[in-house]
């Protein structure tokens, strides 16, 4: 079955630049599925960053939008998501998902804290 | 973008007891693209229920969603020991994209 892999560094200085990459295994990246970045600040709610397809068409949450790159690698069956000029407010659980009828496939998450 | 409110926002309830929560969205949600999550402690959020009332895989059927429009509940029709979480709707598959709404959390009284 379809599992997604995040990886990334998990300590970011501030005003530096977040990327993280996401893995799919067990299954194509090219489907008629969008994948989608969502995070978590410590003791708060779901956030939801945007979401790619296979073509590239992206979204974006428009709070995010002016700071927030995803693409897709075809050819690695992975996505990944580029945040710039973080600040401590962006220090989250960053989740990689599949959104096949709502976000049914969602990676183990990774911790990022931005800190100097 | 489409703001989706939750309530309450914290819900004590006893095992065995309905439990009935709600999601109110700023417009109208097109095509039923609206879901429900459990979220327990240090996990990744499960889908429970997504196109406003269709059971994720695995998922029992003491969970139902309904509703339409602007106005979506989540109920557990007789609470379990482990249904005791933080739930989230969601709104998606919009050109808008996604938003989730800020979670109610339901706790053993």
């Known amino acids: 079955q379809v599992q997604l892999q995040e990886s990334g560094p998990r300590l970011v200085k501030p005003s530096g630049t977040l990327s993280h990459n996401c893995v799919v295994s067990g299954g194509s990246l090219s489907t008629n599925n969008w994948w989608s970045w969502v995070r978590q600040p410590p003791g708060k709610g779901l956030e939801w960053i945007g979401e790619?397809?296979?073509?590239?068409?992206?979204n974006y949450n428009p709070s995010l939008k002016s700071r927030v790159t995803i693409s897709v690698d075809k050819s690695n069956n992975q996505f990944s998501l580029r945040l710039t000029s973080v600040t401590a407010a962006d220090t989250a659980m960053y989740y990689c998902?599949?959104?096949?009828?709502?976000?049914?496939?969602w990676g183990q998450g990774t911790m990022v804290t931005v800190s100097s | 973008e489409i703001v989706l409110t939750q309530s309450p926002g914290t819900l004590s309830l006893s095992p065995g007891e309905r439990a009935t929560l709600s999601c109110r969205a700023s417009?109208?949600?097109?095509?039923?693209?609206l879901a429900w999550y459990q979220q327990k402690p240090g996990q990744t959020p499960r889908l429970l229920i997504y196109?406003?009332?269709t059971r994720a895989t695995g998922i029992p059927d003491r969970f139902s969603g309904s509703g339409s429009g602007t106005d979506f509940t989540l109920t557990i029709s007789r609470l379990e020991p482990e249904d005791f979480a933080v739930y989230y709707c969601q709104q998606y598959g919009s050109s808008q994209g996604s938003t989730f709404g800020q979670g109610t959390k339901l706790e053993i009284k």
């Open positions: 196109g406003v009332s």
């Open positions: 998902a599949r959104s096949n009828n709502a976000f049914d496939i």
């Open positions: 790619i397809d296979h073509g590239g068409t992206t």
């Open positions: 417009q109208s949600i097109s095509s039923s693209y």
